[in-house]
Nanobody
Framework: VQLQASGGGLVEVGGSPRLSCKAS????????MGWYRQGSGKEREFVAM???????SYKDSVQGRFTISRDNLKNTVDLQMSSLEPEDTAVYYC?????????WGQGTLVTVSS
């Protein structure tokens, strides 16, 4: 399976972009999906995840601002972001979590301008 992320760009503080990640085949629906991000000079960090049975969890700093969702008919997992802050500037990656290994998308840059 391959993942293709989209939806990044330049947004203003307080903006609400939506990121989307599309999987190449429907095996996607059996696995946990996640969004991670990596700011300049920082380690990649967890942002949000959604399990195959639609349970979600979030990084504390995005709880209440970001919403992860999945559409198993379209093979997509989205990250609706809101109330963006400059600290949210990063390359955002989607990840498919298989038992033995992870599959990563190519990343999409979100830049929050103040």
């Amino acid at each position: 399976v391959q993942l293709q992320a989209s939806g990044g760009g330049l947004v203003e503080v307080g903006g609400s972009p939506r990121l989307s990640c599309k999987a190449s085949d429907r095996s996607f629906r059996a696995y946990t999906m996640g969004w991670y991000r990596q700011g300049s000079g920082k380690e990649r960090e967890f942002v949000a995840m959604i399990t195959a049975d639609f349970r979600t969890s979030y990084k504390d700093s995005v709880q209440g601002r970001f919403t992860i969702s999945r559409d198993n008919l379209k093979n997509t997992v989205d990250l609706q972001m809101s109330s963006l802050e400059p600290e949210d500037t990063a390359v955002y990656y989607c990840k498919l979590q298989k038992p033995a290994y992870d599959v990563w998308g190519q990343g999409t840059l979100v830049t929050v301008s103040s």
